[in-house]
């Protein structure tokens, strides 16, 4: 508890902290719910509904290559996205070690010390989550080039239409990649926190016009993809 209110010194450090909330697990808790009850202002529900048309495309041409090769560039960008937040992961966990040396040099007093302990751990935990998102991504994606060239019927047989079911994996995919850069976006508010409140304020605040005002949704007369 102690470690808590040293890092809320002021009443900023609450506002960035709801802020970041609000921002980010709530926001993108929320989107899917509105993306299915407003389609055509979504960008995700768009992107979902030419995704299962270029997969229906595949399948009616036969042009599977076409398909393992896209997932394969998926698939490695993915891998530098997790070999990414593990050497950060490393990098930031380095620090937390360094902070008694700096209470030591009497350049940071113990609330403070604390404060950043907390934050620090607080990143490399934002940085796990953007991990596992990843490799959820890659898992889907590797799937969905393991099966591709099943025989149709048995596929229809057994998980239902093959467009819907090849079209579901990607949408998997494409849902963890997503949730893995909101996260690892969300990564560096906290890492300016560690130096400045109103950083971390601002940071956010900018990451959430971004989303709500220029990715996630299509505006009349200017459609665009997130």
Same mark, same amino acid.
């Not at 902070?99 to 302990?117: H, K, M, N, S, Y």
């Given at each position: ?63 599977? =290559? @076409?398909?393992?090769?896209?997932? *394969?560039?998926?698939?490695? #960008? ?7 937040? !593990?050497? +950060? ?79 579901? =994996? @990607?949408?998997?995919?494409?849902? *963890?990649?997503?949730?893995? #850069? ?7 508010? !906290?890492? +300016? ?34």
């Amino acid at each position: 508890m102690e470690h808590w209110q040293s890092v809320f010194q002021s009443v900023w450090d609450y506002v960035g902290a709801i802020l970041f909330v609000l921002v980010f697990p709530v926001y993108h808790a929320i989107y899917p719910v509105v993306a299915r009850h407003l389609p055509s202002r979504a960008a995700q529900a768009r992107t979902q509904l030419y995704r299962h048309s270029w997969i229906r495309g595949l399948l009616e041409r036969g042009d599977l =290559l @076409m398909g393992v090769h896209q997932a *394969r560039n998926l698939t490695m #960008m993915n891998s530098l996205l997790v070999s990414s937040t !593990v050497i +950060l992961i490393g990098l930031t966990a380095a620090l937390v070690p360094q902070i008694q040396t700096l209470v030591d040099l009497e350049i940071l007093d113990q609330a403070g010390a604390r404060a950043a302990f907390v934050k620090l751990t607080l990143l490399i935990l934002i940085l796990a989550i953007a991990c596992s998102y990843f490799m959820g991504a890659m898992r889907h994606i590797g799937h969905f080039t393991l099966v591709l060239g099943a025989d149709l019927k048995l596929v229809e047989e057994h998980d239902g239409d093959p467009v819907e079911y090849f079209s579901g =994996l @990607m949408d998997k995919a494409s849902s *963890r990649h997503t949730l893995g #850069m909101r996260t690892f976006y969300s990564a560096l508010p !906290v890492l +300016l926190w560690v130096f400045d409140t109103w950083l971390f304020v601002g940071i956010t605040a900018f990451w959430g016009a971004k989303f709500m005002g220029f990715q996630d949704f299509l505006r009349k007369g200017n459609d665009r993809h997130a």
